[in-house]
């Protein structure tokens, strides 16, 4: 299964520079960007997670691609990967990098992971659409994988509140947002989501937890 993603990773690389058909220079300049950028994003020689402008993530050389792509960090660790859409199913698309980590989403709302180690199995969580309403109270089920390898099935009780609009910046793009908090407590503890929505309801940027002991996916789309 790694074997295959990742040669539709290398195989997505050209397909990402079709839009940007400009000099063999600036399309080579692409190709560096997205072998470093899609695959793994750990310095070997300092052993520690490499920042967006370390892995040449600029507006300058994301022109001109225009498959979507999101950058995903994990705040525990700092560790972070360029994710691509490679699959979509009843509305939920799943998101993953060359080193192998996945994102299962549903118009930005996390739902599962794989292969971050104690991972989000499934879940029953908010639509975008009740989230971009901004308030309200509602159920959240977490089925989590366990230190046995066990899933575990974790309910809460939520509360979404509206806290204004705030102006976020993604990889050197200012974009005009309504910050939305989901304060959630359960069985398995206590968290908050944050969700920054563009008019219109997209989720531009999130904060979303993922395991009670790494805590939250920091998730930005970076290309539409």
């Avoid at 990742?6 to 397909?15: D, G, K, Q, S, V």
């Avoid at 230190?147 to 809460?156: A, E, M, N, S």
């Avoid at 908090?181 to 929505?197: A, S, V």
Wanted: aromatic share 4%.
């Amino acid at each position: 299964m790694g074997e295959v993603l990742e040669m539709r990773l290398l195989f997505l690389i050209p397909l990402l520079l079709l839009a940007g058909c400009g000099s063999d220079e600036q399309s080579s300049d692409r190709v560096r960007l997205l072998r470093a950028a899609l695959g793994a994003v750990t310095d070997r020689d300092q052993n520690r997670p490499l920042r967006p402008e370390e892995m040449g993530l600029t507006r300058a050389a994301l022109a001109g691609i225009t498959t979507p792509l999101a950058l995903a960090t994990v705040e525990a660790t700092g560790a972070s990967a360029l994710l691509a859409p490679f699959g979509s199913n009843g509305g939920v698309t799943t998101w993953s990098s060359a080193d192998h980590k996945a994102l299962a989403l549903h118009d930005g709302v996390l739902l599962a992971t794989r292969g971050l180690g104690p991972d989000l199995m499934s879940s029953e969580a908010p639509t975008a659409a009740q989230i971009a309403r901004g308030s309200g109270q509602h159920d959240r089920v977490h089925y989590q994988l366990d230190g046995l390898d066990r899933t575990v099935r974790l309910p809460y009780r939520c509360a979404l509140a509206t806290r204004g609009e705030r102006m976020i910046e993604v990889i050197g793009r200012t974009y005009r947002t309504t910050l939305v908090e989901e304060r959630c407590e359960g069985p398995g503890g206590r968290f908050t989501n944050e969700f920054w929505l563009e008019n219109g309801g997209t989720i531009r940027q999130s904060r979303q937890i993922f395991d009670q002991k790494l805590g939250r996916i920091l998730l930005q789309r970076i290309v539409d």
